[in-house]
C-alpha cells in the first residue's frame, strides 16, 4: 500500500516562491507517474504538473515556466518548485501517484484526476497580494 503526505504549503506573498514536497511510502513511485493537483475554494480540483516514469514533465498552461516539478528517486519524494506565486495559486495541492504505468505517459492520462489511485491529504498555500 503507498501512502503520500505533502509538506511545504504556507502563507506567502504574491511574487514569492514555496517548494512542496511529498514523500511516498510503500511501492517505488519511479514505478508510476507523480502528479500534483490543487483545489481552491468554490472551485474542482485541477491538474498542476505531473513526472512520468520516463522522467518527463507535464504542466497546466496556468503554471507554465513559474512552476517545476521533479523528483529525488533515492529518497521517494516528488517536490513541486513554485515561483512567481499569484492570488489565484491559493489553493490545496495534492500529490498523486497512478498505478503502475508504461515509460511514457501522454497529457491526456497525466492531467486526469481518474488516472491516480493513490492521494495525500493535501497542503495549504495561500498567496496574499
Known amino acids: 500500500q503507498v501512502h503520500l503526505l505533502e509538506s511545504g504549503g504556507g502563507l506567502v506573498q504574491a511574487g514569492g516562491s514555496l517548494r512542496l514536497s511529498c514523500a511516498a511510502s510503500?511501492?517505488?513511485?519511479?514505478?508510476?507517474?507523480m502528479g500534483w493537483f490543487r483545489q481552491a475554494p468554490g472551485k474542482e480540483r485541477e491538474f498542476v504538473a505531473a513526472?512520468?516514469?520516463?522522467?518527463?514533465?507535464y504542466y497546466a498552461d496556468s503554471v507554465k515556466g513559474r512552476f517545476t516539478i521533479a523528483r529525488d528517486i533515492a529518497k521517494n519524494t516528488v517536490s513541486l518548485q513554485m515561483s512567481s506565486l499569484r492570488p489565484d495559486d491559493t489553493a490545496v495541492y495534492y500529490c498523486?501517484?497512478?498505478?503502475?504505468?508504461?515509460?511514457?505517459?501522454?497529457?491526456?492520462?497525466?492531467?486526469?484526476?481518474?488516472?491516480?489511485?493513490?492521494w495525500g491529504q493535501g497542503t495549504q498555500v495561500t498567496v496574499s497580494s
Open positions: 510503500g511501492r517505488r513511485f519511479s514505478e508510476a507517474v
Open positions: 498523486a501517484r497512478t498505478p503502475r504505468t508504461a515509460f511514457y505517459a501522454t497529457m491526456h492520462y497525466v492531467s486526469h484526476q481518474a488516472s491516480y489511485e493513490t
Open positions: 513526472i512520468d516514469r520516463s522522467g518527463g514533465l
